[in-house]
C-alpha cells in the first residue's frame, strides 16, 4: 500500500534552532518526493522537489535530504525563525498524474521566542 | 509573483444545498486541480482538468461533483447536495506544463456543511 508517514506529528522549538523533520514512505514505483509548507488556513507552497537522483536540495534555511534505498526523506530547518511555524507536507509521486500523489499528514512546527 | 486566487474563502452552507467553489489559476498555466483537507487529516486529490475536460478523478470526486472551466480564467468545482461530510478545506491548484513543475496551490475555500 502506497504511503506516507512524517514524523514527529509535531514539534515546539526555541527561536534559532535547528530540527529535522522527518519521511518515511512505501510508495512504488518512485517518481519524486516534495516538501511544501503550509500557513494555518492558507495552502501549500513548495520548498523542494527531488527526484530520485538527487540526495539533497537546499532552499534558503531549508535542506531537504532523500535516501532512495531506504525511502526516507528529512528537511532540515537552519536557524528557525518565528515566520517558519507552519505544518510541513511531504508528498511523494507514484509517477505521472495527480492520482499518483500521496500526501503525508504534516509536521506541525512551532518556533517560540 | 502570479498567485492562485479562490472565492470565497469561507462558505457556510445547509445540508443538501449547492455550492459553487470558484479558482482563477495563474494565467499561463494548463492543468488544474481541485484538493480536499478534511480538518486533521491529510491533503486529498480530487479531480485534475486539462484542455477542458477531466483527466483524471479520485473515489471522492463521485457523481456530486463536477468541475468546469466557463471561461479563459475561472475554474469551479461545483458540489451539488452537500453532506456534513463535505466540510473541508478546497485547494485549487495549477501547474504551467510538464509533470515535473510544481502544483501551485491557491489559499484554499474552507467550507462548512451544518
Known amino acids: 500500500k502506497n504511503q506516507v508517514e512524517q514524523s514527529p506529528q509535531s514539534l515546539i522549538i526555541l527561536e534559532g534552532k535547528n530540527c529535522t523533520l522527518q519521511?518515511?514512505?512505501?510508495?512504488?514505483?518512485?517518481?519524486?518526493l516534495r516538501w511544501y509548507k503550509q500557513d494555518t488556513g492558507r495552502g501549500p507552497v513548495s520548498l523542494t522537489i527531488?527526484?530520485?537522483?538527487?540526495n539533497t536540495k537546499s532552499n534558503g534555511r531549508y535542506t531537504a535530504t532523500l535516501d532512495a534505498d531506504t525511502k526516507q526523506s528529512s528537511l532540515h530547518i537552519t536557524a528557525s525563525q518565528l515566520s517558519d511555524s507552519a505544518s510541513y507536507i511531504c508528498v511523494v509521486s507514484a509517477g505521472t498524474g495527480a492520482n499518483n500523489l500521496f500526501f503525508g499528514t504534516g509536521t506541525r512546527l512551532t518556533v517560540i521566542p | 509573483e502570479p498567485e492562485v486566487t479562490q472565492t470565497p474563502s469561507h462558505q457556510v452552507t445547509q445540508m443538501g444545498q449547492e455550492v459553487i467553489l470558484r479558482c482563477v489559476p495563474i494565467?499561463?498555466?494548463?492543468?488544474f486541480y481541485w484538493y480536499r483537507q478534511i480538518l486533521g487529516q491529510k491533503v486529498e486529490f480530487l479531480v485534475s482538468f486539462y484542455n477542458n475536460e477531466i483527466s483524471e478523478k479520485s473515489e471522492i470526486f463521485d457523481d456530486q461533483f463536477s468541475v468546469e472551466r466557463p471561461d479563459g480564467s475561472n475554474f469551479t468545482l461545483k458540489i451539488r447536495s452537500t453532506k456534513l461530510e463535505d466540510s473541508a478545506m478546497y485547494f485549487c491548484?495549477?501547474?504551467?506544463?510538464?509533470?515535473?513543475?510544481?502544483?501551485?496551490f491557491g489559499p484554499g475555500t474552507r467550507l462548512l456543511v451544518l
Open positions: 491548484a495549477s501547474r504551467p506544463t510538464s509533470v515535473q513543475e510544481t502544483q501551485y
Open positions: 519521511c518515511n514512505y512505501t510508495v512504488s514505483p518512485f517518481s519524486n
Open positions: 527531488m527526484t530520485f537522483s538527487e
Open positions: 494565467s499561463n498555466h494548463l492543468y
